[in-house]
């Protein structure tokens, strides 16, 4: 498609598992960006990649948070033992290369821990 | 670090009455300027942007939006609403210029509601 795919759409964990939320970015775009967005909050900046490069990740929560984008497409986030205060909404967005563009986002992964 | 302020967070109106969301932010130097809007059970989207020249910006929609650099401000506006407006609004500043990283950052949002 031509937009931005995450899945899996809606993620159940049980508390302390590890969850991987998977982001498929615009084709071509360089600049990819993680987001954390808590119910009737605004998105919250997790991290940011250009192209393989983790340029940013000043505001992953915690050392359980991991990202990564290796070949510089596909990028995971990866939350280890996870918590109740994980639950959130995880936004994945692109965009091409340039400071004057904006960010197109994906529908989001809904991550409950129970 | 810049910061940006949405002071209405839930706002409800009838149809075909006037908008103003208000959005401020907390940075002195050149800023790129968004307003999103994400409706029901979509995924975000741009509804216009500002990064230089005429400070009142068109987006889509019928959406207006006019940057004042002296007052941090970037008020959303549209003169009379529709039930299809109903959504969640969110403003976002990210620093221009060259140079550094120019990562979004966003208002809490504000929800509109607009009855029939």
């Known amino acids: 498609g031509a937009g931005v795919s995450q899945s899996p759409r809606y993620k159940v964990a049980k508390r302390g598992q590890d969850v991987a939320l998977r982001c498929d970015p615009i084709?071509?775009?360089?600049?990819l960006f993680w987001y954390q967005q808590a119910l009737g909050q605004g998105p919250e900046f997790l991290t940011y990649f250009q192209n393989e490069a983790q340029l940013d990740k000043s505001g992953l929560p915690s050392d359980r948070f991991f990202a990564e984008r290796p070949e510089g497409s596909v990028s995971t986030l990866k939350i280890q033992r996870t918590q109740q205060e994980d639950s959130a909404v995880y936004l994945c967005a692109s965009s091409p290369q340039g400071l004057n563009t904006e960010a197109f986002f994906g529908q989001g992964t809904r991550l409950t821990v129970v | 670090a810049q910061s940006v302020s949405q002071h209405n967070h839930h706002v409800i109106l009838s149809e075909a009455a006037s908008l103003e969301l208000g959005c401020n932010y907390s940075?002195?130097?050149?800023?790129?300027l968004f307003w999103y809007v994400q409706y029901p059970g979509q995924h975000l989207q741009l509804l216009l942007k500002?990064?230089?020249?005429?400070?009142l910006v068109k987006g889509i929609k019928g959406f207006e939006a006019e940057f004042i650099k002296s007052k941090f401000s970037f008020n959303l506006r549209k003169p009379s609403v529709q039930w299809s407006d109903t959504a969640e609004y969110f403003c976002?500043?990210?620093?221009?210029?060259?140079?550094?990283?120019?990562?979004?950052?966003f208002g809490r949002g504000t929800s509109l509601i607009v009855h029939p």
């Open positions: 500002y990064f230089s020249g005429d400070p």
């Open positions: 940075y002195g130097g050149t800023v790129n």
């Open positions: 084709s071509g775009h360089v600049s």
């Open positions: 976002a500043v990210n620093p221009g210029g060259s140079g550094g990283s120019y990562i979004p950052t």
